[in-house]
Nanobody, 119 residues
Framework: QVQLAESGGGLVQAGGSLRLSCVASGNWFSITGMGWYRQAPGKQRDLVAE???????NYADSVKGRFTISRGNAKNMVYLQMNSLKPEDTAVYYC?????????????WGQGTQVTVSS
């Protein structure tokens, strides 16, 4: 089992910045990647950014150039630096971890942290 704990959400004005953190505990071996997703009210949960075990990053088009994903040296922590925030970035942000289990990948999710951007 893997547990994910997020922190860093909050209320910020448009143009401001926030940094989200996520730490994995438990049996976090065989991780293939970690990332951040977000879900706004009435909408589906979408990928924001992800980073593979090898360090390759991927971003949603809507956040490219504004958000940066990184991880700690121990590779069980992942961060999301969010700059130039817009009201449309308002959502619950979820940390995600993918673990290789047998022949497949198993996803783990954090509880989510609210990010609200006021105009």
């Amino acid at each position: 089992q893997v547990q994910l704990a997020e922190s860093g959400g909050g209320l910020v004005q448009a143009g401001g910045s926030l940094r989200l953190s996520c730490v994995a505990s438990g049996n976090w071996f065989s991780i293939t990647g970690m990332g951040w997703y977000r879900q706004a009210p009435g909408k589906q949960r979408d990928l924001v950014a992800e980073i593979t075990w090898e360090g390759t990053t991927n971003y949603a088009d809507s956040v490219k150039g504004r958000f940066t994903i990184s991880r700690g040296n121990a590779k069980n922590m992942v961060y999301l630096q969010m700059n130039s925030l817009k009201p449309e970035d308002t959502a619950v942000y979820y940390c995600n971890l993918r673990q290789l289990q047998g022949a497949g990948l198993f996803p783990y999710w954090g509880q989510g942290t609210q990010v609200t951007v006021s105009s």
